[in-house]
C-alpha cells in the first residue's frame, strides 16, 4: 500500500468515531491558568465548538540536516483529541525524485516512514523514543493549531511567571512537558520542551531542547491563528532551524476527508 493510501485509510478509520462536541464555556476553560484562559479569548474559542479534531495544509521548507539546501515541502494532517492521534503526510522533492514522508501516532505509538519514488523505503523509525517524541508534537499541535483543546485534563499546569506557564501532558503512560511563552497582547509565542529527540536515520536518537516560534495570526475561520512557525534543534553550541511552515488551510471537526 502506498504512503498516501494509507495516510487515507488511517484517517478514515479515526473519522468514523466520536460525536459532535458541545459549546465551549467559561467554566470549560476555568482550571487553566490565566494567561492560557487570555489566549483562548484571544483565539476566539468560546462560545464557539469545542475541538474534536483538526485538518491543516501546510506549505514550507525543511532541511534534512545542517549541510543540505532548503526542499520544499507541502504536508497535509489531520489531529484527533478524544483519544489522542495524529497523522501527517509530507512530499518533496530530492535531486528530481519524488519523496514521501508519513507519521503515525496512535495508541501513544508512532511510527515514521520515508520513501523514495514510492517504492524505496529510506527511513522507517519507531520505538519508545519516538513515541515520547511525538507524543510531545502532538501536545504542540494542541497549543498552536487547536487551542481550544487545552482544556484537556491530560495536561497539568505549572505557573512559571505572568507570561510563562509549564504544560505537562500525559497519553497511556508517556508524559512530555513543554514551556509556553505568551507576549503582553495574548499571543502564544513559543513552545519549549527537553523531551524530544533528534534522529537523522530513525536509528540513533540524540536528546536535544526543541522550540517551535510563531507569528503572524491571522483570522482562519473566524479564529486568530498562527500561520507561521519554525522547528528549532538547540545543540550547546549552536540552533539549527530545520523546518519553516506557513498555514494554507486549516478546518475544525471534520466529518470526512479533504477531497
Known amino acids: 500500500m502506498s504512503l498516501k493510501k494509507q495516510f487515507a485509510s488511517e484517517v478514515g478509520d479515526a473519522l468514523k468515531t466520536g460525536e459532535r462536541p458541545g459549546i465551549l464555556s467559561e467554566k470549560d476553560i476555568s482550571h487553566l491558568p490565566a494567561v492560557v484562559q487570555k489566549y483562548l479569548h484571544y483565539t476566539g474559542c468560546t462560545g464557539k465548538e469545542k475541538v474534536k479534531n483538526v485538518h491543516v495544509v501546510f506549505e514550507g521548507e525543511m532541511k534534512l540536516d545542517e549541510k543540505h539546501e532548503w526542499l520544499g515541502i507541502h504536508s497535509e494532517q489531520y489531529n484527533f483529541f478524544e483519544n489522542p492521534s495524529r497523522f501527517f503526510f509530507i512530499t518533496t522533492h530530492m535531486k528530481g525524485m519524488p519523496v514521501t514522508g508519513l507519521h503515525v501516532y496512535k495508541s501513544a505509538s508512532a511510527t515514521m516512514v520515508i520513501k523514495l519514488a514510492g517504492m524505496i523505503t529510506v527511513a522507517d523509525a519507531s520505538g519508545p523514543k519516538m513515541d515520547q517524541g511525538e507524543t510531545v508534537t502532538v501536545l504542540n499541535d494542541m497549543c498552536f493549531l487547536a487551542p481550544a483543546s ?10 512559571i511567571d505572568d507570561l510563562t506557564v509549564k504544560a505537562t501532558f500525559t497519553n497511556a503512560g508517556i508524559t512530555v512537558s513543554a514551556k509556553l511563552i505568551f507576549n503582553a497582547g495574548g499571543q502564544l509565542v513559543n513552545f519549549t520542551s527537553d523531551d524530544r529527540f533528534l534522529s537523522k536515520d530513525g536509528k540513533s536518537y540524540e536528546n536535544l531542547p526543541w522550540s517551535t516560534p510563531i507569528s503572524d495570526y491571522r483570522e482562519i475561520n473566524g479564529r486568530l491563528l498562527p500561520t ?19 498555514v494554507k488551510e486549516l478546518r475544525y471537526n471534520v466529518k470526512e476527508m479533504n477531497p
Open 228 to 246: 507561521y512557525g519554525e522547528a528549532i534543534w538547540h545543540y550547546p553550541d549552536r540552533e539549527f532551524c530545520y523546518g519553516r511552515f506557513r
Open 150 to 159: 487545552l482544556i484537556s485534563h491530560a495536561i497539568a499546569w505549572e505557573v
